[in-house]
């Protein structure tokens, strides 16, 4: 489904089930026993009943704590012989399911992150937001490697966690769509950040993808360039609209321009952020030409600024400049921007994974916009 999905609806029921005192002690005391080695694989854990009557408590408490142990795959259950400890145990992980209740969530994340769609920030309101709707985060840094991630996924799914979120990196994606079949293995859709919505090749399976809205963020940009009153506004975007660069590019200027349309102005000049082209854009605002400029991501921002400067133009008081993009590294150039916050992302992660249901009718495969707002800081 190509469309954007921008809305939620109600709780989860299934996810925000929370286990009482007694089962969560009977679970973490046969981890205990896991761990310690007190219970080996193939051995044959105590009855519900057996269980109910050395805690003093109903049977269905007991029951509880062992249907959580065989939900992870610890345990499973033979007909007429009891309930089996699992063979293939990997006691670092039930170390770390020790402290869980009844909701797990798995969070993925690159090992080689570059910050520009989302930081530790992100991971840390992740974290919070998850840890409030009541979920366990159960963190690991994917492999660059395609067998060693897939074995990874493979052994996480298998936990069949309640949440998964995936935050990769520009070199992750061929490995998560050769491993999609592993992703198909969550029993929920995992949530993705700004990785190929169900439109793109390399969509994987079972997913739900978190983009920017990069028309939604141009046209904001484009509303506050158009009704700033500074005559003849000119875009810079790159001097090459590569690949990598073309489609986001493409539809945050024609956001700026809807902007402009809408607001019944001409739509503004474009430059590309080359060095000959940066000096005649100095040129042009020391003749009064050109006063307000409209960077397409804060890169190009920051490298306008820094020309500029050399030029002997300051801003804001030669020039107003409007970058496009999330906070990231250049950040503290203070041009005011449209930006996507490492904050809200983060919540917007654990709402989707964690506390929020998407309509059933949508399918397991879609993709929810994320727009920025428009912070003006130094410039205006």
Known sequence: MNESIV???????????????????IYR?????LLSGRLKPGDILPGERELARAYGTHTMNGKAAVNLLAHRGLVWRKRHAGTMVCKDLDL???RELRDSGKKLAILLTSNEPTGIHWNEETVDYF????KEYGFQVLHREMPTGFSELSRMLILLSALNPEAAVILDDN??????????????????PAVRLNRFGSSMPLNTPNTISVDIDHFENGYQAGLAAASSGIPDPVVVSYNSQSDDHSRWLADRIRGINCAFLDSGCASPKSFCCSEANMLCLAENIRSAKNGLILA???????????TLLRCGLKCPQDYRMIGV???HQYDSYQISTVAVSKTETGLMLADLACGRLIPESIGKNCSVRLSGTLLKRKTF
């Open 7 to 25: 809305f939620y609806m109600g709780l989860n029921d299934v996810k925000n089930k929370i286990m009482n005192d007694i089962q969560l002690k």
């Open 29 to 33: 005391d046969l981890l205990d026993d």
């Open 92 to 94: 670092a992980l039930i």
């Open 127 to 130: 974290m919070k937001r998850a």
């Open 171 to 188: 070199f992750d994606h061929d490995n998560l769509f050769r491993c999609r079949d592993a992703i198909r293995r969550f029993p929920h």
């Open 296 to 306: 397409l991501n804060l890169e190009i921002a920051a490298s306008i600024h820094d």
């Open 325 to 327: 993009d999330d906070l």
